[in-house]
Nanobody
Framework: EVQLMESGGGLVQPGGSLRLSCAAS????????MSWVRQAPGKGLEWVSR????????SSADSVTGRFTISRDNAKNTLYLQMNSLKPEDTAVYYC??????????????WGQGTQVTVSS
């Protein structure tokens, strides 16, 4: 059974840092691309960052580039998101999701339960 379990959220002051973790089970993380996606209060889902399964490629949304870093430890089957210089607008529920291909179409096929990040003084 595929499971994704996020942790590491919490309340932090503006300018602070947090590291989110996503423990994966039921599949080898090394074989899949993974994303972090967030949802702010009253807003839709926003893609944050992606770690590709090949060649160590990563990409991030413009809104977090230079502040957030996605990484993975395939030996621990865990995905991370290091968040620095946090802003109030980063307040959201953060989800990790598996990004996989079915034929020619890519989609998020599994999601974690989410972890709340609140940036406030």
């Amino acid at each position: 059974e595929v499971q994704l379990m996020e942790s590491g959220g919490g309340l932090v002051q503006p300018g602070g840092s947090l590291r989110l973790s996503c423990a994966a089970s039921g599949f080898p993380l090394s074989s899949y691309s993974m994303s972090w996606v967030r949802q702010a209060p009253g807003k839709g889902l926003e893609w944050v960052s992606r770690s590709y399964s090949y060649l160590g490629y990563t990409s991030s949304a413009d809104s977090v580039t230079g502040r957030f870093t996605i990484s993975r430890d395939n030996a621990k089957n865990t995905l991370y998101l290091q968040m620095n210089s946090l802003k109030p607008e980063d307040t959201a529920v953060y989800y990790c999701a598996r990004y996989s291909r079915d034929g020619s179409a890519w989609s998020y096929d599994y999601w974690g339960q989410g972890t709340q990040v609140t940036v406030s003084s």
